[in-house]
């Protein structure tokens, strides 16, 4: 069975940090690798997709990794913001049998501290 | 709308009662995804539909919870019998085909709180 790790799983940094959040899953047989964010009281935001045949992807201050081989995926996110105060979730899509869902970790708690 | 919407965003029962949560895709997604995420954990996989069609429902925890999707658009998420443990938001998402390719695209959740 597929199980994703979020670490750490609560940060709070100073505004204006660089900062790595983590993500391992014991299976390496997927599709893609999706890293989202959750607000209190909202739903999932997608923030990037790495298919499993992509190393990284970026969207502006975001940088996502994926090591398939390993099973291990890391965001990047620079120059910290309050605004970026946030759950981060990471899931993988598994690439055989069983559910066509997602499999979550448990989040990594961000604050970032004005 | 533009996005997924959900009903009633928030819903208390008292245990025993039957609850029906609501999801509305992005107009023309062929995929409907259900997911439950308890306080503190991540999203869990309930039911997956491709159109009308429920092709995966693995993650459903017992046969108290049913889901449909008759006409291939809105869904529902029926919870017979609640109990506390079923406590949780329950997450709805739809992508545009199903492809692995796909981004899932969620809805703001309803919270089911069974006293």
């Known amino acids: 069975k597929q199980e994703v790790t979020q670490i750490p799983a609560a940060l709070s940094v100073p505004e204006g940090e660089n900062l790595v959040l983590n993500c391992s899953f014991t299976?390496?047989?997927?599709?893609?690798l999706q890293w989202f964010r959750q607000d209190p009281g909202k739903g999932l935001t997608s923030l990037l997709l790495?298919?499993?045949?992509?190393r990284e992807q970026t969207s502006g201050r975001l940088n996502a990794s994926l090591d398939k081989s390993s099973g291990r995926s890391t965001l990047y996110i620079a120059a910290s913001q309050p605004g970026d105060s946030a759950t981060y979730l990471c899931?993988?899509?598994?690439?055989?049998?069983?559910?066509?869902?997602?499999?979550f970790g448990k989040g990594t708690h961000l604050i970032i501290q004005p | 709308g533009a996005g997924v919407s959900q009903s009633p965003r928030y819903k208390v029962a008292k245990r025993g009662q039957d609850v029906a949560l609501r999801c509305d895709p992005i107009?023309?997604?062929?995929?409907l995804f259900w997911y439950q995420q308890a306080l503190g954990q991540g999203p869990e996989f309930l039911t997956y539909?491709?159109?009308?069609?429920?092709?995966?429902k693995s993650g459903l925890p017992s046969d108290r919870f049913f889901a449909e999707r008759p006409e291939g658009s809105v869904s529902t998420l029926k919870i017979q019998r609640t109990q506390q443990e079923d406590s949780a938001v329950y997450l709805c998402?739809?992508?545009?085909?199903?492809?692995?390719?796909?981004?899932?695209?969620f809805g703001p959740g309803t919270r089911l709180t069974v006293l």
């Open positions: 998402a739809s992508s545009l085909v199903g492809l692995s390719t796909d981004t899932q695209y």
């Open positions: 299976d390496s047989a997927i599709y893609n």
């Open positions: 790495i298919q499993s045949s992509q």
């Open positions: 899931a993988v899509r598994p690439h055989r049998g069983g559910a066509d869902g997602l499999t």
């Open positions: 107009s023309g997604h062929v995929s």
């Open positions: 539909f491709q159109n009308e069609a429920q092709l995966d």
